[in-house]
């Protein structure tokens, strides 16, 4: 059964803590992305990875931490100098070559983190 | 302001009936694509269309583009209750990423 998961569901935290938010994907894609949603509103990228031990900044890193040690797995770490970091969080993936804005990205069903 | 951006913000229709919403978009584009999210989970990949296509279909759905426009919309046809959720355009800022815009919400009612 091949896809993306995240975990977990829903998570809580208090102000001032880092949380890890986990995604694995079995689909052998090369690139990685984690999204930010806020309510009514699209999606914005916070960062990718086109590569194992490679990523980079989208449009809203600030506050955010990645790694990509292994191609399966792009953890996303929320620390506590994100300002405002209660959203849901949306992992994806894409084939590459070519250029990977040529192919479909996979999504997880997401995090909702709540912070208080 | 954002690369894409849907037209309507919100649409409520009838079971049955066709359903139209619309994507702008300011730069230029390689590929445009569709997604659909339904409330609370992850997007599903609808439709890709290459900047060198005008029109492509998907069971009932129709997407076109209008380059010249920057513009692009989805038709999905006789709607049914199911094809309630949200549905965004994503267009390629580069070739490695790509822009969300904020969503249309189609809510089809039975």
């Known amino acids: 059964d091949g896809g993306i998961t995240q975990s977990p569901k829903y998570l809580f935290r208090k102000e001032g803590q880092n949380v890890t938010l986990s995604c694995e994907q079995n689909?052998?894609?090369?690139?990685m992305y984690w999204y930010r949603q806020d309510p009514g509103q699209g999606l914005r990228l916070i960062y990718y990875s086109q590569i194992v031990n490679d990523f980079q900044k989208g449009d809203i890193a600030e506050g955010y931490s990645v790694s990509r040690e292994k191609k399966e797995s792009f953890p996303l770490t929320v620390t506590s100098a994100q300002k405002n970091p209660t959203a849901f969080y949306l992992c994806?993936?894409?084939?590459?070559?070519?250029?990977?804005?040529?192919?479909?990205?996979?999504f997880g069903p997401g995090t909702r983190l709540t912070v208080t | 302001s954002q690369q894409g951006e849907e037209d309507p913000q919100a649409l409520s229709i009838q079971e049955g009936e066709n359903a139209t919403m619309n994507c702008s978009y300011k730069?230029?584009?390689?590929?445009l694509q569709w997604y659909r999210q339904n409330s609370g989970r992850g997007l599903v990949h609808l439709i890709l269309?290459?900047?060198?296509?005008r029109e492509k279909h998907s069971g009932r759905l129709r997407v076109t583009l209008d380059t010249s426009k920057k513009s692009s919309s989805l038709l999905i046809t006789a709607s049914r209750a199911a094809d309630t959720a949200s549905y965004f355009c994503?267009?390629?800022?580069?070739?490695?990423?790509?822009?969300f815009g904020p969503g249309t919400r189609l809510s089809v009612l039975p």
């Open positions: 269309i290459r900047s060198n296509e």
């Open positions: 689909l052998n894609h090369d690139a």
């Open positions: 730069t230029s584009i390689n590929n």
């Open positions: 994806a993936s894409s084939p590459t070559g070519g250029g990977s804005s040529y192919y479909e990205q996979y």
């Open positions: 994503a267009t390629d800022a580069s070739r490695q990423n790509f822009v």
